[in-house]
């Protein structure tokens, strides 16, 4: 074995020790801060303020963080522009919807569950997107720059600043059965990794 395979091989094991499991699907609000947690993008949906679609939806990939993986808040975080499209729709309007999916971890991939198959759980937030400032601010950019490292490159005239989900509703399709609701408040309470022993 040479030492890049020796490199590799020790980096998969280290990969695959920190796979967590995926919670029980009866565990609603659980399997919503796992999917959350373990996502490293959303497609975010907001009201179009932009001909020609004004007024409809539109729906565009964001970078969010809740921190590491792990140790996730519940809450995602997001590193905007106001040069940014969607980033002027909610200037105008800050409801949206955000969808993430295990389809973009290897998950579903591994056990051969399409992304649309319920089996591969995803979820929706509803709620409204606002600017944190102060300590918030500092959270923000520690949990989104140790996941998106690129992020503390990007151009400073562009007038970055953080902001995150403020959720309303939780939506989660992860089996059989239909959308499952979770208010905020049980979401935030969940523990999305038992503790082995």
Known sequence: MTV????LCLAFMA??????????????????RFVINQCDWASMATISTHDP???????NAFAISDGPVGYGTGTPY?????????????????????????????FCKHRGYDPQSPLCAHIILSGSVEEVNGTEADV???????RHPEMSDWPVDHNWFFAKMNITQVWVLDYFGG??????????KATPYKKHH
């Open 15 to 32: 990969i695959s020790a920190n796979q967590f499991r995926i919670p029980p699907h009866e565990e609603v609000a659980r399997m919503a």
């Open 4 to 7: 890049t395979e020796f490199v």
């Open 140 to 146: 923000a950019k520690k949990v989104l720059f140790s």
């Open 78 to 106: 997001m590193y905007l522009t106001r040069m940014e499209i969607s980033v002027q729709d909610l200037q105008v309007n800050p409801q949206a919807s955000m969808s993430v999916s295990l389809a973009q971890t290897p």
């Open 179 to 188: 959308v499952k609701m979770v208010s905020p408040e049980d979401y935030y």
């Open 53 to 59: 679609v004004k007024g409809q939806p539109f729906s």
